[in-house]
């Protein structure tokens, strides 16, 4: 039994009841409420034994067989394992397991291949993409020259003839294909040509879709981009952390970039978690979850749509639905409220080119994953649409929120998600 300390040392929860009380109310929230987040997922408990392990005790910086520490003679084979099944599981050369999370993943990709002010391209933040790709208030935007290219007005898709003329134009170093906020499949082959054309490398940030990729869910990025970042907590099910993937040619420059360029010491427990995950994720089970995901993300935007609501770009390839409310009459914010007090929690979201201000602009944003890993399907897809369309016409009505709540968790308890006892 990992994990229990020994006999005479007070639990959790006598030790600190407060901080044993809130995470409970936090397994209660996630029970009995949709989680609707499409970043946000449920870990198996698996993950989060390792994830909460003794691991955690140890120093390693260093790679394995190159540490800076002694005492590597476990923590080199975790690393090593964590390596190792993810290298097969994404079809890659090399791995770097070590970034703390997605954002500094992308900070080691910029480190190792380019000097400050150099031009970088990106989707634009309010088209969908991340903060890290070159956004103004991100490091990303103030170390390097950012130019962001966006979607078409017409069809809110990435505009190609832009990323080429604005790559032709500017001839930028890196360029940035992956998204936080965009619901259609990324094309990583016209990415390639225009990388190719104007001599950039080309970095795939599959954050969000890690999963979808694995499980075969979305076309594969490996053999078309230089380097691939992801985060691990995201729709691949892994404890909260981030990758590099790259070329064995990148192999020295990346590694070098994670550890000295920006961090110190891993943390290990999360090598074991992301390790786990990765075994997980290399089964039949995954890949139906994988592309379940999809199938009720498609099946909910139908719904949507037929309840009157209106989506960006129409509809959805991915996980991820994005609504704009100027149809509904209501803003991001007032609708993103009105829903997690009825139980359905999501996110306020720009939408692209939005009229509104980022603190309360005129979309919101919804995703599968979570709802998909406790085993949801078409029927609570359809049922979920007709009650955000309730709750939507009628943000103030308290009666109608209150009895969507119970409607809600009356379905929450019959598809207990993984990881939580009950
Ligand atoms: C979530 C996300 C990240 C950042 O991940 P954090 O773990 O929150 O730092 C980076 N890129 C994309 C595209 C993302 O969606």
């Not at 698996?46 to 590597?72: D, F, P």
């Not at 791995?95 to 480190?111: C, K």
């Not at 150099?118 to 969908?128: E, F, N, Q, R, Y």
């Amino acid at each position: 039994m990992p994990n229990t300390g020994t006999p005479h040392e007070p639990s959790l929860a006598e030790r600190d009841p407060e901080i044993a009380r809130l995470i409970r109310d936090e397994e209660v929230r996630e029970t009995v409420k949709l989680r609707l987040i499409p970043s946000e997922n449920y870990v198996s408990r698996a993950v989060l034994e390792a994830t909460g392990s003794i691991l955690t005790n140890k120093y390693s910086e260093g790679y394995a067989g190159k540490r800076y520490y002694e005492g590597q003679q476990v923590i080199d084979q975790v690393e090593e394992l964590a390596v190792s099944r993810l290298k097969s599981l994404f079809g890659v050369e090399h791995v770097n397991v070590q970034p703390y999370s997605g954002s500094p993943a992308n900070l080691a990709v910029y480190l190792a291949f380019c000097q400050p002010h150099d031009v970088i391209m990106g989707l634009g933040l309010p088209s969908g993409g991340h903060l890290t790709h070159g956004s103004s208030v991100s490091i990303t935007g103030k170390y390097f020259k950012s130019v962001p290219y966006d979607v078409s007005p017409e069809d809110q898709r990435i505009d190609f003839g832009e990323v080429r003329r604005l790559a032709l134009e500017h001839k930028p170093k890196i360029i940035w294909c992956g998204t936080t906020a965009y619901p259609r499949t990324l094309d990583f082959p016209k990415f390639r040509e225009i990388a190719d054309e104007v001599g950039a490398k080309l970095c795939a940030d599959i954050a969000h879709i890690s999963g979808l990729v694995v499980g075969g869910a979305h076309p594969s990025p490996v053999g078309y981009a230089d380097v691939i970042t992801s985060t691990t907590h995201k729709t691949l099910r892994g404890p909260r952390g981030g990758l590099v993937m790259c070329k064995k040619e990148f192999a020295k420059d990346i590694d070098r970039a994670v550890f000295p360029g920006l961090q110190g010491g891993p943390h290990n427990h999360t090598t074991a978690g992301i390790a786990v995950a990765a075994k997980e994720a290399s089964t039949p089970e995954f890949k139906s979850y994988a592309h379940a995901v999809v199938s009720n993300a498609k099946v909910l935007a139908e719904g949507l749509l037929s309840k009157g609501f209106t989506l960006v770009t129409g509809g959805t390839d991915n996980h991820l639905i994005l609504i704009d409310l100027r149809s509904k009459n209501v803003t991001g914010k007032i609708a993103a409220q009105a829903l997690d007090r009825a139980g359905i929690v999501g996110n306020y979201n720009a939408i692209p080119f939005d009229p509104r201000k980022p603190f309360d602009p005129s979309g919101f944003r919804i995703g599968t994953p979570s709802i998909t890993s406790r085993g949801m399907g078409k029927d609570e897809m359809l049922k979920l649409a007709d009650v955000m369309a309730q709750v939507v016409s009628a943000p103030d009505d308290v009666k109608l929120i209150e009895s969507v709540a119970a409607q809600v968790k009356e379905l929450c308890l019959g598809f207990p998600p993984p990881g939580i006892a009950v």
